[in-house]
């Protein structure tokens, strides 16, 4: 491994255009190559990244020595396959989410990825977010008690994606964090959704969680909405949190609220009384997550420490979306998770 990182970005167009705009500025990456069919797309990004050598081929791309690690922010469709080669040709690989589009092909990368020796990082963006990492600490550390259930809301007036629908764009965000969160992969899945802007393509999705311990989660997700919506809400015995993506200054809230039982009453609701306390809003650690997530990735590949969002992250992401998928096309059917 060289003093700096060698890395080159493939796919340079709506989301990959900002891998090269934050690995260009890291003083750990030598940014030597960007990667996409697409020739506009290309030379956007050739103009924040001049030095870099641009090439319209992956193969090519594989092919070159000096590259020691890829990003692929390219389709979902082609994550896998193109992460499998990456290994292969000893790449290191930082893949966008989700890692696969089956439980299969998520098996494939892992086995892969074991094989090589090389990291493998899934783009997981949301768990390099300063208040998600506040949040986790406060849930690591029993500061809001037990989890109870959380509800996630991603809704946004947005772009129109024609080659996947809102559960596969939004939803491994919010499931990232909440698989994280509660540690555990649900027992069941459910998901209703509907296309009312183009046949088969489901712009709005209502996805339910259950998991072992009666702990639930529900997400709801739209690019058919009035309002831009980024938010996470735990609530806990003890406290309730906030994280609020879209608030420009307000991004986490810790809510002294709930119920109280007094001891000698443990046995009877009817002494439950409700605690209005106060409302905290902790100072936040300064960092874009985007760049956070790069630092990270860059660090791993220099000292072969694993990643926060490595491939058993990824894979169980894609377990669940598959599920979810599932349970979509049988209008909302619950579907189990099926251990080995």
Known sequence: MSARVRIAVVGTGYWG???????????????????????????????????ATQIA???????????????????AVAHAAQACAALAAGKHVFVEKPMALTPADARAVASAAASSGKTLMVGHLMLY???????????????????????ALRVNLGRLRKDENALWSFAPHDLS????????LPVSVAARGE??????????????????????AQVQLSWLDPRKERRLTVV?????????????????????KG????????????????????????????GEPLDLECRHFLECCATGQPPRTGVQAGADVVEVLDLAQKSLTAGGAPMTLQRA
């Open 17 to 51: 255009v900002n891998h090269v705009r934050a690995f260009s500025r890291l003083a750990a990456a030598e940014l030597v190559a960007i990667c996409d069919p697409d020739p506009a797309a290309l030379a956007r990004a050739a103009q924040l990244a001049p030095a």
């Open 57 to 75: 081929s992956f193969d090519e791309l594989l092919a070159d020595r000096r590259v020691e690690a890829v990003v692929l922010a390219t389709p």
């Open 129 to 151: 977010h300063p208040g998600y990492i506040r949040l986790r600490e406060l849930v690591r550390g029993g500061e809001i008690g037990e989890v109870y259930y959380l509800y």
């Open 177 to 184: 964090m909440i698989l994280d969160l509660v540690g555990a």
């Open 195 to 216: 296309s009312y802007l183009q046949p088969g393509i489901e712009d709005v999705v209502f996805l339910n969680l259950a998991f072992p311990d009666r702990k639930m």
């Open 236 to 256: 806990g015995s003890r406290k309730m949190v906030e994280l609020d993506d879209v608030h420009p200054t307000e991004k986490l809230r810790i809510y002294d």
């Open 259 to 286: 119920y109280d039982r007094p001891p000698a009453f443990t046995q009877y609701a009817e002494y439950l009384t409700v605690r209005h306390g106060d409302i905290h809003i902790p100072r936040l650690e300064a």
